[in-house]
Nanobody
């Protein structure tokens, strides 16, 4: 049974940092690209970042580039999203997702999704 479980969200102030975790099980983690997406109230779910199977390649949305860092530990079946210099516009539910083999920034390319975790940034 495939599971992606996010943790690490919460309420912070603008300028603070948070680290999100995505614990994966039920599939061969090292065969899958991992991605982070987010959805703010009334908006579409949007791409945030993705990382290749080995971690050698990473991609970011322009809105988070230079502030967020994606990483993974294949030995722990876990992906991470380090979020620094948070802004109120980063407030959203954050989802981790997985797709096999090939990196993609397209939401519909991802097969597996977590339940999401709330990140709220106050001004």
């Amino acid at each position: 049974q495939v599971q992606l479980v996010e943790s690490g969200g919460g309420l912070v102030q603008a300028g603070d940092s948070l680290r999100l975790f995505c614990a994966a099980s039920g599939f061969t983690f090292s065969h899958y690209v991992m991605g982070w997406f987010r959805q703010a109230p009334g908006k579409e779910r949007e791409f945030v970042s993705t990382i290749s199977r080995t971690g050698s390649s990473t991609y970011y949305a322009d809105s988070v580039k230079g502030r967020f860092t994606i990483s993974r530990d294949n030995a722990k079946n876990t992906a991470y999203l380090q979020m620094n210099s948070l802004k109120p516009e980063d407030t959203a539910v954050y989802y981790c997702a997985a797709r096999p083999w090939v990196v993609s920034q397209v939401r519909d390319d991802y097969n597996y999704w977590g339940q999401g975790i709330q990140v709220t940034v106050s001004s």
